[in-house]
């Protein structure tokens, strides 16, 4: 395997830290149990009904926004109905998942004040099939209204005086499917007039209104969305691609064969030409690149636990969930010209989750390591890394082995993310530096034996990442020893 880095920085090209960011929808265990465990709980410490647990695990993350309520959930939910006095709310039934009824206690006011504890931005996806234009646009209005104004009274009322100023708003989400079996043309007209009446509540720069996009390979969506939206009223448009192997017949999340590994990679591996296909589409209508393309789901999609909940979407998570988030990040990075924005599903206890938790206990799966090596990249300047690599085979198929990505940091910091796939054979990559002279190479590695490895309630630090040390540097020559199935972030200086 050997690569080109090509060190010298374009101004131009950011990796927007808003590639890395995360997913909270009323699915299951995410909100109720993941995130939030309610004001009076003595058992779990929490700051307002938040784990705090989590809030240190996210911190350490630098999860820059957070994606809520859903998903399917959010063209079914009200969101005056999750505020004012707890007790007065009334209760959903959550069709899509599971039909369970929830009380509301976690609203609009939890979710904006737990992003602030977070540090992290929201990005609220507005109910654009089952809501009206009047209630998305006093959502809006409720939000970021600085003025006097009957939203902004409510607010106050509520106990929160300045607006949050959200600047994400999704208008919808999968209209094709759950948001309401919409064709492209349709969505189209609705989403313009939706995003008319959301705007003027704020500054108007500030509001980035991403269109529900389309569902992996459904290249006309895209087409359709970018020739008959004004792009001036467009900030992205999203896309959607799970790694799953068949939809039928997903296959368990940890106890898998090498078989259902291979498909799972090259379900992972399709976003590569998903992204440059939909890229394409877009600079057709768009060459300034100016709407963002936001992959605002993404991840593995496996059967859930045996003996938990169908509609739940609880699975464990091994270190195939970490290829898949090193292979995923790495294209985006690689293509940050174009993907702005993206969106793990999901964070907590649900599908390629980064925390489970079970009642007090709570532990970092290996999809979160993987986030935070990755972190270094978060609005760094991208560098181009040419990478050529041998194949990991199965029968007549075959897959890209090594994947990578590269950035230069604000503190003049370069770091290169390696992964190899490959489940037994390690990869030594040579990498020929072009622009600059670097004095020493460090890193950290995440690897485990199997690829079927995981972190439990009892063994929650089975997979942490460890010092690398299969890193040379001689001159403008760096060689790595990458280990079977691993993921390696360099640093050089
Ligand atoms: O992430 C789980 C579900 O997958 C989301 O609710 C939906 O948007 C997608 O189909």
Redesign the pocket.
């Known amino acids: 395997n050997t690569a080109t880095l090509s060190a010298q920085t374009n101004p131009e090209r950011v990796i927007s830290r808003h590639i890395y960011g995360h997913f909270a929808?009323h699915?299951g265990r995410s909100i109720y149990g993941g995130f939030y465990v309610g004001e009076d709980n003595k058992k779990i410490p929490n700051t307002a009904g938040v784990r705090n647990d989590v809030v240190d695990a996210l911190k350490k993350l630098k999860v820059p926004n957070l994606r809520w309520p859903?998903?399917?959930?959010a063209d079914t939910y009200h969101w005056k109905d999750g505020i004012g006095p707890k007790e007065n709310r009334p209760t959903i039934v959550n069709t899509?998942w599971g039909n369970v009824t929830e009380n509301n206690s976690f609203g609009t006011h939890d979710f904006l004040n737990m992003c602030e504890l977070l540090g992290t931005e929201p990005y609220l996806a507005g109910n654009m099939a089952s809501g009206t234009v009047q209630e998305l646009m006093d959502w809006v209005q409720y939000v970021n209204f600085e003025g006097e104004s009957p939203m902004s009274k409510l607010r106050k009322e509520n106990g929160r005086e300045k607006p949050w100023n959200v600047k994400f708003w999704g208008v919808g989400?999968?209209a094709w499917?759950?948001g309401g079996n919409m064709t492209p043309d349709y969505y189209a007209n609705e989403y313009r007039k939706y995003a008319t009446f959301m705007a003027g509540w704020t500054n108007e720069n500030n509001l980035f209104r991403i269109a529900s996009g389309a569902n992996s390979a459904d290249y006309n969506w895209t087409e359709t969305l970018m020739k008959n939206i004004p792009h001036n009223m467009l900030g992205g448009v999203a896309l959607?691609h799970y790694a799953v192997i068949d939809w039928a017949k997903k296959g368990p999340s940890k106890d898998f064969t090498e078989q259902h590994y291979f498909a799972t990679m090259k379900s992972a591996l399709f976003m590569e030409e998903l992204v440059n296909k939909h890229s394409a589409i877009m600079d057709k209508y768009d060459p300034k690149k100016t709407v963002a393309l936001v992959v605002d789901?993404w991840g593995g999609w496996y059967e859930v636990e045996p003996g938990t909940n169908p509609g739940f979407?609880y699975q464990q998570n091994t270190m195939r969930d970490a290829m898949i988030a090193g292979v995923t990040l790495n294209i985006f990075n690689n293509h940050s010209d174009r993907i702005r924005m993206a969106n793990l599903?999901?964070a907590i206890n649900?599908?390629q989750a980064v925390i489970l938790t079970d009642e007090e206990k709570m532990l970092l799966t290996p999809t979160y390591h993987v986030m935070e090596m990755y972190n270094v990249h978060q609005d760094a300047f991208y560098l181009p890394l040419n990478l050529k690599t041998v194949d990991y085979t199965m029968g007549n198929e075959k897959l890209p082995a090594v994947s990578g990505s590269a950035s230069k940091d604000k503190n003049g910091v370069t770091h290169i993310t390696l992964v190899n796939i490959d489940p037994k054979k390690g990869q030594d990559v040579t990498v020929t530096i072009d622009g600059a002279k670097f004095k020493s190479v460090g890193g950290r590695v995440l690897a485990s034996k199997n690829i079927q490895d995981h972190n439990t309630f009892d063994k929650p630090n089975n997979i942490t990442p460890t010092n690398f040390k299969g890193a040379n540097l001689k001159g403008n020559n760096l060689t790595v020893k990458l280990p079977a199935c691993s993921v390696v972030v360099l640093e050089l200086k």
Do not use: D, K, S, Y
């Open positions: 929808e699915l859903g998903g399917c959930f899509w989400n999968e499917g759950c959607h789901e979407l599903a999901q649900v599908l």
